[in-house]
């Protein structure tokens, strides 16, 4: 018996957020003397996954499967879970996560916790802690089927070695005909995603307009950092939604995040709870963020973010 | 087009969250409820599908009486009829197959739900409900038009967005984007009359284990303080990053 995971690659090379799903896995397959076995598609890289405790990778190697199709994908994650009598399946929290959990839940008939933080505090009934009310609160969940369903919230848990002998097999799921199918992808090449990114930089309307972003652009550029926004930055579309930080947005659950003329309303802070820590620069001392972050600069962004750019670009120049 | 859009009534997203009886159950005194913004967003998209192309649109919420309100609201802001399911929704599971039975009773063509609720972010009863009546499903959708059976989807991926073609019936995940904030409506007072008129059907629920409990909550532990550094010192604020935080 095993436990399944998910692992998402782009490109054909696995995404970071695969291995810590793989370090999770593990981490329970330890615990409870089972092994991991992944499932992927049209990866290169799977052998890499033996260094974070997969001991078997199935990968589905179909040219039909190259897009992302969320009913074959979801099948195919099913077909892999009967094949080894897998009780439970782990994936992550990407777009793509989150698209196809709860889907691979009903077709398993398994009880499915999302956003799950830590290791099970117990297998059996298997009862798990994940974030609700916005990273505002914890739940402690309890799955009452036999079998389960865990969506890891990302950066919750890290990546933790265990060297592993690895096979990969090829896997052939049976596919059914789709009604649907990509049209187009549009997406931002060279450039960090919020959802994969370790330093998040987000702006505010403190910036007073779409034309100061570039020192945002710069900042996020010199630490390897995703650009994100506040919710009026992305209703007054100075920026696109897909930045939009916050309850209504996107979740930001990285190390480092850096708040520039942003307040800290209560659902901006909800929606960066997660993240590890939290830089603020702010004109304003009595705004809001100031409570909720670790470091904090009282001071004129557009005095701050220039000096700070060319200070990190000299701490970076040595240190590399 | 037949329509049905999911409501969660969820607290304002200003709301202290707060837990009563022993940290098991949230803590509603003094908690206003709203329509959850995400199923708001689907709701007005149905709008636009009633006064373009003729769509009607039904919302409904699994719920105990004191979420009628919120139903209400979905009425006023231009909803055709309401159906609540008279139970408290224990997990996601438990709605998505209370939902399942109204969609393959109304045989609606498209079912708008919100991503994901603001309250328990489960976000699984979009696919689920998809996967239960043999839908088509997109998730994190942010836009979409329909043509006869057709429809033309773009959803959020991670870093950008994809343009998806698929066929009725079809659920989909909704959430900003899909319209614009300003879009949103707020009811006027003669859709509030209305609105008092309309259907609202109040159903027994199908008998349905919940696959998963929470059996209880906790609050995150408190921060400390956070650290000023001057903005004549940034040098200092970097080394912190680095010895301390280590994040950079």
Not at chain 1, 264 to 272: E, N, R, S, T
Not at chain 2, 88 to 94: L, V
Not at chain 2, 135 to 155: D, P, Q, S
Request: hydrophobic letters at 40%; proline letters at 4%; charged letters at 20%.
């Amino acid at each position: 018996m095993s436990i399944l995971i998910y692992t998402e690659s782009e490109n054909g090379k696995l995404k970071k957020a695969a291995f810590e799903v793989a370090s999770y896995a593990a981490a329970i397959a330890a615990q409870n003397g089972l092994s991991v076995t992944a499932v992927s598609f049209n990866t290169d890289d799977t052998d890499t996954l033996g260094t974070y405790g997969v001991s078997k990778v199935l990968n589905v190697k179909n040219e039909n499967l190259s897009e992302f199709n969320a009913t074959l994908y979801a099948d195919t994650i099913l077909q892999a879970a009967e094949k080894e009598t897998a009780t439970l399946v782990v994936l992550g929290s990407s777009a793509n996560d989150k698209f196809l959990a709860p889907m691979v839940a009903v077709k398993l008939n398994a009880g499915y916790a999302p956003n799950v933080v830590s290791l099970p505090e117990s297998t059996n009934p298997l009862k798990v802690k994940r974030t609700t009310f916005t990273n505002k609160a914890f739940a402690l969940t309890q799955v009452d089927t036999e079998k389960a369903v865990i969506g890891l919230a990302k950066n919750s848990f890290g990546l933790k070695e265990e060297q592993t002998t690895c096979t990969t097999e090829d896997f052939a799921p049976t596919i059914v005909e789709s009604s649907s199918k990509v049209l187009s992808t549009d997406k931002a090449t060279g450039k960090v995603t919020i959802a994969d990114a370790e330093i998040v930089v987000s702006g505010g309307r403190g910036l007073k307009g779409p034309e100061n972003w570039g020192m945002i652009e710069e900042l996020a550029d010199v630490l390897g950092a995703a650009t994100a926004c506040s919710k009026p930055v992305s209703d007054l579309g100075w920026r696109p939604h897909g930045e939009h930080v916050g309850q209504t947005g996107k979740p930001v659950a990285s190390n480092l995040y850096i708040a520039i003329g942003i307040s800290g309303a209560i659902q901006h802070l909800a929606g960066v709870n997660a993240s590890k820590v939290k830089v603020v620069i702010n004109n304003d001392p009595e705004a809001p963020f100031f409570k909720a972050a670790d470091y904090g600069v009282v001071g004129d962004a557009f005095e701050v973010v220039p000096q700070l750019i060319e200070k990190l670009k000299e701490y970076k120049a040595n240190n590399t | 087009m037949k329509i049905l859009v999911c409501i969660s009534h969820v607290p304002d997203t200003t709301s202290k969250i707060n837990f009563a009886n022993n940290d098991t159950e949230f803590d509603k005194n003094g908690v206003q409820f709203v329509i959850n913004p995400n199923d708001e967003f689907g709701l007005t998209r149905a709008m636009w599908f009633k006064e373009k192309q003729g769509a009607s649109i039904t919302v409904v919420n699994v719920g105990t009486a004191d979420t009628e309100p919120t139903l209400r609201k979905a009425l006023a802001i231009g909803a055709d009829e309401a159906i609540r399911i008279n139970a408290t929704p224990t997990d996601g599971f438990f709605v998505a197959k209370q939902l399942a039975k109204v969609v393959a009773d109304g045989q609606y063509d498209l079912v708008i739900a919100g991503r994901e609720s603001i309250d328990y972010n489960g976000g699984m009863v979009p696919g689920m409900l998809a996967t239960l009546t043999g839908a088509n499903f997109v998730n994190m959708c942010i836009g979409l038009e329909v043509e006869g059976t057709t429809a033309k989807a773009t959803r959020e991926i991670d870093g950008g967005k994809e343009e998806i073609e698929t066929t009725l019936p079809l659920v989909i995940g909704a959430q900003k984007g899909l319209v614009e904030e300003k879009d949103l409506r707020i009811p006027n007072m003669r859709g509030i009359m209305m609105a008092r008129k309309k259907q609202l059907a109040v159903l027994e629920p199908e008998a349905v284990e919940a696959q998963t409990q929470i059996t209880s909550f906790e609050k995150p532990a408190a921060k400390g303080d956070v650290k000023l550094v001057s903005p004549d010192n940034l040098d200092e604020l970097i080394s912190l990053l680095h010895n301390e935080a280590k994040v950079i």
